[in-house]
């Protein structure tokens, strides 16, 4: 399964490069005409690794290797690559407290809920892995202060819902914002919008998301920012006007094209 933005990288801003992996999103934080530290935002795909040096290569150069891996959570389609990665670069990662667990071999996610939409990858989704990772090693929890290693002037925002641990990144200065899957710019339920990229802005992705009242807070936090620009875990980025009145809709209607109207994890 992959989208037409398969294997292409668009620099949302000069320092924030996001690249499409199949059909997630992973983002590299830093000026490659300013500094050779950068830092990388979810690890991809499973099997994508040689792709993700070879992308990391291209715009910081032969042997670039990034400061740290930022996760905003656990999910195997932005955890997919980590561990191939780590075998050749000896990097931290950070990953907020609550997920953890799943980066550490203690829990599971929850299987994917298959009844939350008739879209064929939301049909898919039981057979996606939902097995916890093991990096304990190297993953760290996230600095108490809300700062975010490597990433100066940013900070890490708790958006739980999609899964307990779930962070987003924010730059106040530019309004700059890395959702995750807090909220996507796809239907990442239908395959045909996620082939396509359709921009919709969407709830976080339905199949998987486990708790919703939380789901919705985490919206509303993310759309109080007032962000001016967001790459979000799938789809494409969405910036000024478009992104702002998508987003206000989406708090508004978040009961209607947020919440499933039923499903394995609503009430
Ligand atoms: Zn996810
Ligand atoms: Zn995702």
């Given at each position: 399964?992959?989208?037409?933005?398969?294997?292409?990288?668009?620099?949302?801003?000069?320092?924030?490069?996001?690249?499409?992996?199949?059909?997630?999103?992973?983002?590299?934080?830093?000026?490659?005409?300013?500094?050779?530290?950068?830092?990388?935002?979810?690890?991809?795909?499973?099997?994508?690794?040689?792709?993700?040096?070879?992308?990391?290569?291209?715009?910081?150069?032969?042997?670039?290797?990034?400061?740290?891996?930022?996760?905003?959570?656990?999910h195997f389609d932005h955890v997919?690559?980590?561990?191939?990665?780590?075998?050749d670069w000896n990097v931290p990662?950070?990953?907020?407290?609550?997920?953890?667990?799943?980066?550490?071999?203690?829990?599971?996610?929850?299987?994917?809920?298959?009844?939350?939409?008739?879209?064929?990858?939301?049909?898919?989704?039981?057979?996606?892995?939902?097995?916890?990772?093991?990096?304990?090693?190297?993953?760290?929890?996230?600095?108490?202060?809300?700062?975010?290693?490597?990433?100066?002037?940013?900070?890490?925002?708790?958006?739980?819902?999609?899964?307990?641990?779930?962070?987003?990144?924010?730059?106040?200065?530019?309004?700059?914002?890395?959702?995750?899957?807090?909220?996507?710019?796809?239907?990442?339920?239908?395959l045909y919008k996620v082939m396509?990229?359709?921009?919709?802005?969407?709830?976080?992705?339905?199949?998987?998301?486990?708790?919703?009242?939380?789901?919705?807070?985490?919206?509303?936090?993310?759309?109080?920012?007032?962000?001016?620009?967001?790459?979000?875990?799938?789809?494409?980025?969405?910036?000024?006007?478009?992104?702002?009145?998508?987003?206000?809709?989406?708090?508004?209607?978040?009961?209607?094209?947020?919440?499933?109207?039923?499903?394995?994890?609503?009430?």
């Amino acid at each position: 399964m992959s989208s037409i933005g398969n294997g292409v990288g668009i620099a949302v801003l000069p320092d924030v490069f996001s690249y499409t992996d199949q059909i997630v999103n992973l983002i590299l934080v830093g000026n490659p005409n300013e500094t050779n530290e950068f830092v990388l935002v979810d690890a991809g795909m499973p099997n994508s690794a040689e792709e993700i040096k070879g992308m990391v290569q291209e715009r910081f150069g032969e042997h670039a290797v990034p400061k740290a891996i930022i996760l905003t959570h656990g999910h195997f389609d932005h955890v997919g690559s980590i561990a191939a990665l780590l075998e050749d670069w000896n990097v931290p990662v950070y990953a907020h407290e609550e997920e953890l667990p799943y980066l550490t071999g203690q829990k599971d996610y929850p299987p994917g809920d298959p009844s939350v939409d008739s879209g064929l990858v939301a049909k898919l989704s039981p057979m996606f892995p939902n097995h916890g990772i093991n990096i304990s090693s190297l993953v760290n929890a996230l600095p108490t202060d809300g700062s975010v290693p490597f990433m100066p002037n940013w900070q890490w925002i708790h958006t739980p819902g999609h899964t307990p641990g779930h962070v987003s990144l924010f730059r106040e200065q530019d309004g700059m914002l890395i959702a995750g899957d807090a909220f996507v710019t796809v239907k990442q339920e239908s395959l045909y919008k996620v082939m396509t990229q359709t921009k919709e802005i969407s709830g976080p992705p339905k199949y998987y998301t486990t708790d919703w009242d939380a789901a919705y807070e985490s919206v509303k936090k993310l759309e109080a920012l007032k962000p001016q620009v967001a790459v979000t875990g799938h789809g494409l980025p969405m910036s000024g006007e478009e992104l702002e009145e998508s987003f206000q809709y989406l708090v508004e209607h978040f009961s209607e094209i947020g919440r499933p109207e039923s499903g394995r994890y609503v009430n």
